[in-house]
């Protein structure tokens, strides 16, 4: 049960359901967590962010204004220290990719239920990261809609050996910061290793390379 509080900054909610907002604010007070508030549209977030500061933000992947993805955008572009959970309502996968690429702490969705969400808090406030084991799910099921890719042993002879274990890394729904942790480099260069994946594999964006490197991951491992 969370019981500790957090640093001063507090936590910041956004989401588009106020209503789901002020339960989660009450529930995580009731934790003894310190929330500075809640807002529904993420222009209005992101000036409280710049204003205040918050140590955590938790926000919605899709709200007016701003996405929470635009947000967790620029807190990294800026370099704030702000650690971020998206606690998104729909299962897009484009949603996913993009934050796992992000420096995102948390991803969960709404239906993973408050348990999972306290769980995650408790894992970022603990410097740790958490991804729902639902994304596996929503990666399993966009690859399925994609038109068949047979994984060949020619697709990964185009790949050094590092490019490949962080292939394996992207299958299993680590973040960029993780996989940095594992392979004991920096984000920038696990970013580039993905950009020179994406390019030796003629992969159009990140919403790609989730669901083909899911569908290479037994030829991988």
Request: proline residues 5%; hydrophobic residues 40%; aromatic residues 6%.
């Amino acid at each position: 049960m969370l019981t500790q509080p957090i640093p001063p900054g507090g936590i910041l909610i956004a989401k588009q359901d106020m209503l789901l907002c002020e339960t989660l604010k009450e529930s995580l007070q009731a934790r003894r967590l310190y929330v500075r508030g809640c807002i529904t549209d993420g222009r209005e977030a992101l000036k409280l962010i710049q204003q205040q500061y918050p140590s955590l933000v938790i926000l919605g992947a899709e709200m007016p204004g701003l996405s929470g993805i635009d947000i967790v955008r620029y807190i990294e572009e800026h370099r704030m220290p702000i650690k971020c959970i998206i606690y998104a309502k729909s299962r897009r996968p484009d949603f996913l990719a993009e934050a796992l690429k992000l420096n995102v702490k948390g991803y969960l969705f709404v239906n993973s239920g408050f348990a999972e969400l306290f769980y995650c808090v408790q894992e970022v406030l603990e410097n740790r990261e958490y991804v729902t084991p639902l994304a596996h799910q929503v990666v399993e099921e966009l690859a399925a809609k994609l038109p068949p890719k047979p994984a060949t042993m020619s697709d990964l002879n185009r790949l050094s050996s590092r490019e490949r274990e962080i292939l394996c890394l992207i299958a299993q729904c680590f973040t960029n910061n993780q996989i940095a942790d594992r392979i004991c480099r920096s984000v920038a260069t696990v970013n580039n290793h993905r950009h020179n994946i994406m390019k030796k594999l003629n992969l159009q964006g990140h919403h790609q390379l989730l669901p083909y490197a899911l569908s290479m991951y037994d030829t991988l491992t």
